[in-house]
């Protein structure tokens, strides 16, 4: 599923039972750290989290041990929840795999994707465009991760997106904690996402995997300066 922003996540029909409840804790948390909304060093504690979700304890704490038990989370010296804060070097090697991730997704995708979708992508971007010329650090982040996440949900292999989305999870952090704009304009005719769009129609899986390789550039010169040593 594909959120525009933090209220769709929280719009989600809640199910019922302990283990879906579980569950659906679980997806909550992910996609908030996934689209920004906790920063690296953010303690995640039990009863806050719980009645923010709407829920009682118990299915939170099993969704908050499953995401330390896939590194998304960790526990600090009181067993609290926290988001692990991001080195220069994790961030190096999460941005590398990613990359190569996303590559075959977009080479991938070139082969299928419609006009429709590529419309869709189109509208993504432009919310892109809007934060930017509100100057809005954050919510350029956002609009950033639902342009990438977006063209994800298009893919037919599941299994490579669902180890792009483990490695989302560590990054949103990041994003959410920027102060400054992307060092190029989304508006600007030569931005990866537009080249992206454009090969896309053409089917040129070439053009797709440079101008993403452009974007991966352009993401580490706008993330890295935040980044500790």
């Known amino acids: 599923m594909t959120f525009t922003t933090i209220t769709d996540i929280q719009e989600q029909a809640r199910p019922e039972g302990r283990g879906a409840l579980a ?3 679980y997806q909550q948390i992910r996609d908030h750290l996934i689209y920004c909304h906790y920063q690296g060093g953010e303690r ?4 806050p989290v719980a009645a923010i979700l ?13 995401l330390v038990s896939e590194q998304a989370l ?8 926290c988001v692990p804060l991001t080195t220069r070097e994790t961030f190096l090697e999460i941005h590398a795999v990613r990359g190569d991730l996303e590559e075959r997704v977009t080479r991938e995708l070139v082969t299928h994707i419609t006009p429709e979708q590529v419309e869709i992508l189109a509208d993504r971007h432009k919310a892109f465009i809007a934060a930017f010329d ?3 650090p954050h919510a350029a982040a956002v609009a950033n991760v639902v342009f990438h996440s977006t063209a994800a949900s298009f893919s037919k ?10 490695l989302w999870v560590r990054m949103g952090p990041v994003y959410a904690a920027t102060s400054s704009l992307p060092t190029v304009s989304p508006a600007d005719p030569n931005h990866p996402h537009l080249k992206i769009l454009e090969a896309f129609l053409n089917r040129d899986e070439e053009a797709a995997v440079t101008a993403l390789r452009q974007d991966f550039v352009q993401a580490r010169e706008w993330l890295e300066p935040l980044l500790r040593r």
């Open 74 to 81: 960790e526990l600090d010296e009181r067993n609290t929840a």
């Open 23 to 25: 569950a659906y804790a």
């Open 44 to 47: 995640l504690v039990l009863r």
């Open 134 to 136: 509100a100057r809005d």
């Open 157 to 166: 292999r599941p299994l490579t997106v669902g180890l792009i989305k483990g």
């Open 54 to 66: 709407g829920l009682s304890p118990t299915p939170v704490r099993e969704a908050l041990l499953r």
